[in-house]
């Protein structure tokens, strides 16, 4: 009996390695679907929106941030910093938290003082999955027909954003 508990502990890293490595060749969602998500959105004075609610005609840049992100917020300063770079782009801030939580680094923010800035809560989380993300903030760039262009997890340059958004 020991021998064959033995055996199966001994096979397990392999099994385990070979369903990981089967699963791999997936590609996650926004890849398999390369247009801005259509999940239902909360703005910060309750209304919801969808991504029809978008402009046409105009890039953009999603923005998945968590509230309490120092990379988030540092982002976020950089861009609101040099949002005038930004001024032929809409930027859809998503939030997986809840609304009151948005609300205040939306306030902190004063993001109320940037007409292309958008920032929305996603409570269901499905936006995590969506595009597969692992660590925030995660930005993905969309052309004028709102097809996916370029996606960035972690921090990321704005000079880099930029050259994404300016092609």
């Known amino acids: 009996m020991r021998y064959v508990f033995f055996v ?7 099994l385990l390695m070979a369903q990981t490595s089967a699963n791999s060749n997936a590609k996650a969602p926004y890849l398999q679907y ?17 991504k029809n609610d978008l402009k046409r005609n105009e890039k953009t840049m999603v923005f998945v941030f968590s509230v309490d992100c120092d ?17 032929k782009t809409q930027i859809l801030m998503i939030t997986p938290f809840k ?23 996603e409570p269901t989380r499905q936006i995590m999955y969506f595009y597969d993300l692992h660590f925030f903030p995660g930005l993905y760039i969309y052309d004028k027909k709102q097809q996916f262009v370029k996606g960035f997890e972690g921090a990321a340059k704005l000079d880099s954003l930029l050259f994404y958004l300016n092609k």
């Open 8 to 14: 199966i502990l001994s096979w397990l890293p392999t």
């Open 34 to 50: 390369p247009i801005i998500p259509a999940f239902p959105l909360v703005l910060v004075d309750g209304h919801g929106i969808t």
């Open 71 to 87: 990379h988030c917020k540092h982002l976020t300063e950089e861009v609101l910093k040099n949002i005038d770079k930004f001024k």
């Open 99 to 121: 609304v009151e939580q948005m609300k205040e680094y939306y306030d902190q923010y004063k993001i109320q003082n940037y007409p292309n800035v958008i920032m929305a809560s």
